[in-house]
């Protein structure tokens, strides 16, 4: 699997995460930094798997 950069925000909330490079929309939120990381990486798979391949543009870092 290809490897993003993972950008994650704290806010009054929780926490906001979001990957750099993908085309379209994919975002994750939890209570804790750790919850927000683990949604994001199962949006991005559910991404992947819908969209398909084509997504994957931008940076390859690994």
Do not use: C, N
């Amino acid at each position: 699997m290809r490897q993003y950069k993972i950008i994650v925000e704290k806010h009054p909330d929780g926490y906001v995460a979001y990957p750099l490079g993908l085309k379209g929309v994919v975002v994750g939120e939890g209570d804790t930094y750790e919850e927000a990381l683990s949604d994001v990486k199962s949006a991005i798979r559910f991404h992947i798997d819908t969209f398909g391949p084509e997504v994957l543009g931008g940076q390859f870092l690994g």
